[in-house]
Every structure is written in C-alpha cells, then in structure tokens.
C-alpha cells in the first residue's frame, strides 16, 4: 500500500512547515526543528539544505553553549534578502514598511492620506516603494506586496467593496498598486486591517499560541479579525468580521450603513469625542491624538470626559460580551483607538462581559491589548504575502 | 528525500476518507471513489479490500449499466452491520435511534423526558438502547453513541455545564449513559443539538458542499450551529455558539440567564406565544405544537397572531442580520420551532436581514429550512459517534 499525498507534496508541505518555523521563530536550531516537527536529524539537514540552497535561510554554528557534544546549528531566516512590501491604508495616513522574512521591519515610511479613490492613496505607496527599493542590495529578492485597509475586502482578488470611512465603494487597491509597480511586485494581496492585525497578534504577538480569539480594532469604523479553532474566520467572499455593524441598541443613532445603532456608532471615535462633548465636526481633530486626549482628560478628573469613557466603555464591554457568548474565545484584543478606551475603561467592560457573558463562555477569556502596537496591520499584511512562499518555498 | 507523513499514516487517511465518502454517499462506485479521491485505482482496490475485511463496506457489482465495458464495483456502508446509537435529549421528550454507517435510521424510540437531574434522563434512554439491542443481528459492531442536549457541553469530556431548560447544571451526562451501559457502549459523546444539527446538515442536508452556514436552532432557548470555513466553531471549551444570549434589545426583557433583552427573550418559544397572547405559565402547552398554532391562527386571519409572528419575525431577522455581519455565511438554516416562525415571516426576515445587515456579507445568503427535519438532531448524534471511527477505521 503506497498510496497517498505524492512525495513531492510531503516535500513542499515539510519545505513550508520548516520555513515557517524559522519565519516565526525568528531563529531555531535544527534540534528545536527536529523535535517541533517530528522528522529525523537527516531530512531536517536536508530540507534546511534545500532551502538555504534558494537563500530563503542561512545556517550557522551557535555561540558557546558551554555544553558537552557537536552543538546543533541554527537556522535564520534571510531577511536581509528575502521581503514583502507591507502598506496600511487608514482613514488618516498611509504606511508602507519593507518587511524582511522573519517579520523583520526593515524600512518603513508614512504619509497623511490623500483623499479620494484607492488610485490617490495607491500613488504615495508606490513612491514609498520605489524610494525604498533604491536601497535593497541587489541580491535580495522581493516576494510581493499585502494591503491592509479599513474596509471590506473581496478574498477572490482583493477588491475593497467598501471602504466606508475612505469614501470607497468597489475599488480595486491591489490591482492599482501592481499595475502601478509590474516590475517591482509580484504578487499584491489585500486584506481587511482588523483580520490582518488579528493575524499578526496570532502569528508573533499576544495571541500566540492561542486558537480562539477576536481582535476587535476600532478608529472610526470598527471591526474584528476572529481566529476559531487556529483558523481565521473570514465568511464566504471574505467579509466576514463586520462586527462594528452587529446592532446593539435598536433605539441608538443612525449610522452610516444606513441601519440604527450599530455598535460602531456607540464606541467608535466619534461616539467617544461626541459623549466627551468634543467637536466632531468634518475636518475636527481626529484619530487616536483625539481618543487619548479624552482618556487623560478623564484621568485628570474632566466630568464629562469620564462619563464618556465610561459610557463607551460599557458599550465597548457590551458587545464584546455577545461576541463572546458566541465564539467563546480565549482572548479578545482591544486594537487601534479601542486599545486605549479599553485601558481607561477596563472595570466597565469587564462588568458587562460578567453580567451578559455566560459563565461557561466567558470564564477562560482574557482580555488584553496588542504585543505589536500600531505594527500590527504592517506585519499582518506582510504575513498576508509570505502566504504563498509559506505555501510552496520553492514554487 | 523520503520525510513527511508515515505510510501508516498516510493509509488510515485514505481508509478515513474513503470510508466518509462512502458513509456520506451511502454507495458510490470504484470509479467515482477513485476519481474524487485522486487516487489510483489499484489503491482504491486495496483500501476498499482492507475496509472491507473488517466488515465496515460491502462491494457489489451494479446493476446493468447499459453501457460497454466492465462496470465499476459498487461500494456500500455495512449499515445493517456497524451502527451506533444516538439519542436526542431536549426539553419535552427524549429520542433515541441505532444509526447504520451511512446514516441511515435503523429503529427508533421516543418518550417524554421525565423531569429532574441527567440521571433521570439517562435511565429511559439506557431502557431504549437494551431494548434495540435485543433485534440486533450477533456480528455486527456497535461503535458507540452520541448525545444532543439542549445545553452547554464541555467538548473535552461532554460533562453539560448548563441545560437551562432542563434545569440542569453541571450534569456529567456522557459519563452516565456509560456507566450504564458499558458493555453495550464502547464510547459516549455528547454535543450540543444546535451543533449537531448543522453538522447532520452539513454531512447529508440542505448544507452538502456549503463552507460557511449558521443553523439557528429554537425552542424554549435559541442555539446556533456554526460552520466557517468548513469547520465548526465550538470555541475555546466547547461552548461556542451561544447566539441566543446575543443581546438585541438593551430595554427588553429580563432572560433567565440574568441579562436583558437576549436574542432568546424575543424570538424563544414564549416570545411567540406570550406576544400571541396564549399561556405561557408552567404546565401549559409548550413546545412544535403550541407554535404551529400560533402560526396556524394567524394564517387563518387572527390578529394577535399576526402581531405575534410580525414581531417575532422581526425579531429574527434583526439578530440574523447581526450573525451575517459577522460571519458572511453562504446559509442560514431556520431548525426547531423557529422552522416555522420563519416560514410564516419569512417577509420580516428578509426585510431585517437586508436593512441591518451589509450588502457584502448579505449577498449570497441563502435562508433555508433543514432539509433533514427533526432527524437532524438525531443524524447529528450519529456523526459525532462516528467520528472516531471515520477517523481511524481500522484502529
């Protein structure tokens, strides 16, 4: 009986579980290798070889151990020579980083949005992508490009359906960035920020290890990437995640979907600088400088400001609470503006997650802030292009 | 190179997939089995010879095809031959079947579900299992049971954390089945009902081939079944899934969980009735019967009824509109009492689902009754039982 996967698919999916470890770790001996992944000393030295061999990692003794015997040798990803491009569209700035394999931030620019279509914003990222291309050794080989944008994003090819808060309907991002840049980028993928900082906290932040959690991310829209069961839950097309437009109180405020008291509308930026009496005019200061200065407003004794956070912090614990009634995650993370209402309100919304929570669904989860700050969404998107090499090493 | 998964390994996941396909088709010919699993036909022979060997399918030749050429074997499940029971517990009654591989229901039994703690429960279902027992043919293999219950289950040990309207807490029901049987059983799972009626449905009903699909499951509570990405999400404990304590209406009623104004308290059995005006008090009539009264009434032109249905459709709708935001499903399945519910609003429902929930994530959505009907329950306590054995057939 020789049936089954073909060697040449154990292979690659050896190729792609060993690249992934040294990708996560960062480094990792080829004993660590070894025992992670169950394979014999000989294949591992082989698959290592292989991918050393296309200069995807480099091998080296390690320092003095101080122990007796051989020391195993480590593996590194080469992330001077292997990177992704990873940008982040924000309703208030552009970033782009160039991200080394291993998740290492190598260069990284910003910029305040342009309005208008995706074509405006695509057109700073691709100057932020030449001017650092300048600097890549000539050796070093450029996997492709991941988007993070605050919006719905289509899986099947990254178109942005909408992106409410940029004034975006069925732009195609990732398209325009490529055909801006042909040679430069091979491949350009697209995601929703929430599920690309979700999978990044998963990857190399709070939530390793961990396969039950919701990311929830808040600016001025709010949103969620929710990993269950290790897998990232994304729905049919890929919008999946939309919880900043699960309804929580049917008598609130209209929003801008069009619907009534979406829970974007209760503890977005806008509810919290509204609550705080704060002007929230088109064109007021925005953003997280916004959030945090009603936050120290707050704890320096401001009334209204403190009634605001709590207000939004009750909310904010709220629909935490049904989201956990329904996924009973093992973590949630606070991320964007919501990092910061969360910290000021913890008691509120800790509250309301005991008093609409379940016992059972509730009593393992922790609540915590992001590992990888205002990184998350570049790291995310660059995860979101080491996809495919991931995948297939050598394809 | 010759690393990756063992040849052992990688047999037991042909065997496994082989027999899931002929347990799930109920009979499928050599030919199809080869081309779906992508393996030679030498391979298929030997993997339906080994499955075959130990009793698990049977091979015939088909009837005339009609067609020139030697016609490929047929592959049955030995239904008669390897079964399971699977038994329902809900609030009124308790069901109790022996499932054949294949699915199919061999002999059943039903009764009202005598009050009290698991125990009381366990005795009639234990009755039922050694009263089936008694017809069935000396060689075949009972490879366990499965359990629905209309509670919280603990996925790593099946104790029931809480059945509200059972009245149970902390109920090890699994265990007690077990203890009672143990030479008839060689093994115990329980799950959730709404569970295991997305699953039944997933594996033979309205859900074949769909990836993303929520079964909402009413009766006196409301649970959900939920399949992404072609897996279940049960959580961190097991416990996933709880839709009905998703609170919609901040100012409504009080839930017996403690909270206000959960999806359970405007959509749940008494919701229907209490707002149809009819008796809601202990003792009276409760359960199908009382909601297809309703339903039936305001068909016939009564007004509270109509207001009734209106309302409760309204209802409905509102927190499927939240759950597709959430999880851009392909599918809802309307099961239990709320099949009917939604059958007469099936108007408010839509109207909900498309003013609340997103254009994205509602465009594909299929709203759907079960295909398998009151079986699902049943079929879905089955496959839990069979897992193992699919899994691992020869183990």
Not at 277 to 296: E, F, H
Not at 310 to 321: E, T
Request: aromatic residues 4%; hydrophobic residues 45%; glycine residues 14%.
């Amino acid at each position: 009986m020789r049936a089954g996967p073909s060697q040449e698919e154990i292979r690659r999916q050896n190729l792609g579980a060993l690249l992934r470890f040294v990708h996560v770790r960062g480094q990792i001996s080829r004993a660590e290798l070894t025992s992670e992944l169950g394979l014999n000393r000989s294949t591992i030295g082989a698959l290592t070889a292989d991918l050393a061999g296309v200069g995807l990692v480099s091998e080296e003794a390690p320092r003095e151990t101080g122990r007796a015997g051989r020391p195993s040798l480590v593996v590194r990803p080469s992330s001077d020579l292997v990177y992704a491009y990873a940008a982040s569209v924000e309703v208030d700035r552009i970033r782009v980083a160039r991200v080394g394999l291993g998740g290492v931030v190598l260069d990284q620019r910003e910029a305040p949005r342009p309005r208008g279509e995706a074509i405006e914003a695509v057109r700073p990222v691709a100057e932020f992508v030449k001017d650092m291309a300048a600097d890549v050794p000539p050796q070093a080989r450029c996997i492709g490009a991941g988007i993070a944008v605050c919006g719905l994003v289509r899986r099947e090819d990254g178109l942005v359906r909408l992106g409410p808060h940029l004034g975006w309907m069925d732009e195609p991002l990732g398209h325009a960035l490529q055909d801006h840049l042909p040679e430069l980028l091979p491949q350009v993928a697209v995601g929703n920020v929430a599920d690309l900082c979700a999978l990044a906290e998963h990857t190399r932040g709070v939530a390793v290890g961990c396969a039950n959690l919701i990311y929830v991310y808040g600016d001025v829209g709010v949103g969620a990437g929710i990993i269950a069961g290790g897998r990232r839950v994304t729905g049919h097309g890929g919008y999946g995640g939309e919880v900043g437009h699960m309804v929580v109180n049917p008598h609130g405020r209209a929003c801008g979907c069009g619907s009534r008291g979406c829970w974007e509308t209760e503890i977005g930026e806008h509810a919290l600088l509204r609550a705080a009496g704060r002007d929230c005019s088109p064109g007021a200061p925005m953003g997280t400088d916004a959030v945090l200065s009603v936050v120290d407003a707050a704890a320096r004794g401001d009334a209204a400001a403190q009634t605001a956070v709590r207000q939004v912090g009750d909310w904010l614990g709220f629909g935490v609470a049904n989201l956990v009634n329904i996924f009973n995650p093992e973590l949630v993370i606070f991320g964007g503006t919501l990092r910061d209402v969360y910290l000021a309100a913890a008691a509120q919304v800790r509250s309301r997650l005991n008093s609409i929570g379940l016992p059972a669904t509730r009593e393992h989860v922790r609540l915590r802030t992001p590992k990888l700050g205002n990184d998350a969404a570049l790291l995310g998107a660059a995860e979101l292009a080491f996809e495919q090499l991931l995948a297939d090493p050598l394809g």
